[in-house]
Antibody, heavy 120, light 107 residues
Framework: EVQLVESGGVLVQPGGSLRLSCAAS????????MDWVRQAPGKGLEWVAR??????????EYAASVKGRFTISRDGSKNSLYLQMNSLKTEDTAIYYC???????????WGQGTLVTVSS | DIQMTQSPSSLSASVGDRVTITCRAS??????LAWFQQRPGRAPKSLIY???NLQSGVPSKFSGSGSGTDFTLTISSLQPEDFATYYC?????????FGGGTKVEIK
C-alpha cells in the first residue's frame, strides 16, 4: 500500500526557514517523480515543486512563486522527500501536500498534508 | 503559463442528480488533464487521469471526457459522499496548473 506521510509544519516568522519531510512507503521510491502541492486556507490547489526520478537524474522544477527560495530534494536511503523553505512570506501559509507522480506524469497518491503558518 | 478555468464555481444538487463540471485550458493540452476530489478537511484524491481514465478504485459513476482545450467531469448519480470540491489540472507543461475548483453542495 502506498503511503505518504508529511511532517515538519509549524508556525514560523516571516523571513524564517523551515524544512518539510515526506516519508514514502509501499513503492520503489527512486522510480517515481515526486511533487509538493500547497493549499492556502480556503483557497485552491497550487503546484510548488517537482523532483524527477533516478532515471532522470533527480532534476527539479519549481513554481515561479517559490523559485530561488524553496529547494526540493530526496533521500533514497530513507525513502524521504523534502522541501527546504527559506525567506518565508505570509503568503506561503498553506497546507503542503506530498504527491507521488505516476510514470505517465499524472498525480496518483497524495499525503494527508502538513500545515505551515507564516506569521509574526 | 496555461490557465485552467472551471465552471461553475459552485452548484447545488440533490442526491441522485447527474452533475457535469467543465474545465477549459487556455491552450491545447491534448489529453493531459486530471480531476481531483477534495472533501472538507481532507487531502485531495485523484479521480481521473488522461482526461477520461479512472484511477484505480474510483467508482464508474465518475466519468471524464474531452481533448485539446475543453473537458468535462460527470457524476452520474450523486451520493452524499460526492458532495465535495472538484479540481481539474493540466500536466502538459510547467508550471502545472489547477482550475479554481467547483464546490458541489447539497440542495
Amino acid at each position: 500500500e502506498v503511503q505518504l506521510v508529511e511532517s515538519g509544519g509549524v508556525l514560523v516568522q516571516p523571513g524564517g526557514s523551515l524544512r518539510l519531510s515526506c516519508a514514502a512507503s509501499g513503492f520503489t521510491f527512486s522510480d517515481h517523480y515526486m511533487d509538493w502541492v500547497r493549499q492556502a486556507p480556503g483557497k485552491g490547489l497550487e503546484w510548488v515543486a517537482r523532483t524527477r526520478n533516478k532515471a532522470n537524474s533527480y532534476t527539479t522544477e519549481y513554481a515561479a512563486s517559490v523559485k530561488g527560495r524553496f529547494t526540493i530534494s530526496r533521500d533514497g536511503s530513507k525513502n524521504s522527500l523534502y522541501l527546504q523553505m527559506n525567506s518565508l512570506k505570509t503568503e506561503d501559509t498553506a497546507i503542503y501536500y506530498c504527491v507521488r507522480v505516476h510514470r505517465d506524469c499524472y498525480f496518483d497518491y497524495w499525503g494527508q498534508g502538513t500545515l505551515v503558518t507564516v506569521s509574526s | 503559463d496555461i490557465q485552467m478555468t472551471q465552471s461553475p464555481s459552485s452548484l447545488s444538487a440533490s442526491v441522485g442528480d447527474r452533475v457535469t463540471i467543465t474545465c477549459r485550458a487556455s491552450q491545447d493540452i491534448s489529453n493531459s488533464l486530471a480531476w481531483f476530489q477534495q472533501r472538507p478537511g481532507r487531502a485531495p484524491k485523484s479521480l481521473i487521469y488522461a482526461a477520461s481514465n479512472l484511477q484505480s478504485g474510483v467508482p464508474s459513476k465518475f466519468s471524464g471526457s474531452g481533448s485539446g482545450t475543453d473537458f468535462t467531469l460527470t457524476i452520474s448519480s450523486l451520493q452524499p459522499e460526492d458532495f465535495a470540491t472538484y479540481y481539474c489540472q493540466q500536466y502538459k507543461s510547467y508550471p502545472l496548473t489547477f482550475g479554481g475548483g467547483t464546490k458541489v453542495e447539497i440542495k
